[in-house]
């Protein structure tokens, strides 16, 4: 069976969680990171030496890093479906993986961090204001991206969706100015309609 060690509302966690959703495989979660701990253990540590969740075990295939393990799993059990079939679509899908983690991922960060996270004495409102204008410029471009289609690469569900639209969900969420982004919000409402996306991503931000 597939283990995965993580706590839900990470979103590392949940991209992974929402993929092993989508392809229905029967896993093992177990609580790890922050509150729950054990990812400073020296087992754990033998697993991912960067103390990180999430961290999967398929069939002793250890396995860190959650874009990778979105390749692995798409790759492994979905080639065609969640893993795009042309090299071409592959490389577009690996291209939207890496922008949700060079562009997206430092200004939602912080956003979420100083909302959700830091005690409201303590908040950064021009680290906050920064952070959230760049957060809307980058979903501004994603909107653009998105004209005249379904998803992020091709006319279904795949692998580039996936980081992305965990950032996205949390950036509708958070208490934001949220620019009308028409192709953005229609993508993201059909992201919004599917089981693992709801059970998986769509959770209270804590």
Same mark, same amino acid.
Not at 6 to 28: D, F, P, T
Not at 137 to 164: E, N, W
């Given at each position: 069976?597939?283990?995965?060690?993580? !706590?839900?509302?990470?979103?590392?966690?949940?991209?992974?969680?929402?993929?092993?959703?989508?392809?229905?495989?029967?896993?093992?979660?177990?609580?790890?990171? /922050?509150?729950?701990?054990?990812?400073?253990?020296?087992?754990?540590?033998?697993?991912?030496?960067?103390?990180?969740?999430?961290?999967?075990? +398929?069939?002793?295939?250890?396995?860190?890093?959650?874009?990778?393990?979105? !390749?692995?799993?798409?790759?492994?059990?979905?080639?065609?479906?969640?893993?795009?079939?042309?090299?071409?679509?592959?490389?577009?899908?690996?291209?939207?993986?890496?922008?949700?983690?060079?562009?997206?991922?430092?200004?939602?960060?912080?956003?979420?961090?100083?909302?959700?996270?830091?005690?409201?004495?303590?908040?950064?409102?021009?680290?906050?204001?920064?952070?959230?204008?760049?957060?809307?410029?980058?979903?501004?471009?994603?909107?653009?991206?998105?004209?005249?289609?379904?998803?992020?690469?091709?006319?279904?569900?795949?692998?580039? +969706?996936?980081?992305?639209?965990?950032?996205?969900? /949390?950036?509708?969420?958070? +208490?934001?100015?949220?620019?009308?982004?028409?192709?953005?919000?229609?993508?993201?409402?059909?992201?919004?309609?599917?089981?693992?996306?709801?059970?998986?991503?769509?959770?209270?931000?804590?």
């Amino acid at each position: 069976m597939l283990r995965v060690w993580g !706590r839900k509302n990470s979103i590392n966690v949940q991209k992974a969680m929402w993929c092993i959703g989508e392809l229905g495989l029967s896993h093992e979660r177990i609580d790890a990171g /922050r509150e729950f701990g054990q990812n400073r253990e020296d087992w754990f540590l033998q697993m991912n030496p960067n103390g990180l969740v999430p961290v999967i075990d +398929d069939r002793g295939f250890i396995l860190w890093e959650s874009n990778s393990i979105l !390749r692995y799993l798409a790759e492994t059990y979905d080639a065609g479906g969640l893993m795009p079939e042309s090299a071409k679509q592959r490389g577009l899908a690996s291209q939207w993986m890496d922008w949700a983690n060079s562009i997206l991922s430092g200004p939602m960060t912080t956003v979420f961090w100083q909302q959700i996270r830091t005690p409201p004495e303590q908040r950064d409102a021009a680290a906050t204001a920064k952070a959230a204008e760049a957060s809307a410029a980058a979903f501004g471009l994603l909107d653009a991206h998105l004209a005249g289609k379904q998803y992020m690469v091709g006319d279904r569900l795949t692998i580039a +969706d996936i980081p992305v639209g965990a950032f996205a969900c /949390r950036w509708y969420a958070l +208490d934001l100015a949220h620019p009308d982004y028409p192709n953005l919000r229609a993508w993201y409402e059909r992201l919004a309609g599917r089981e693992a996306f709801k059970t998986h991503v769509m959770l209270p931000l804590t």
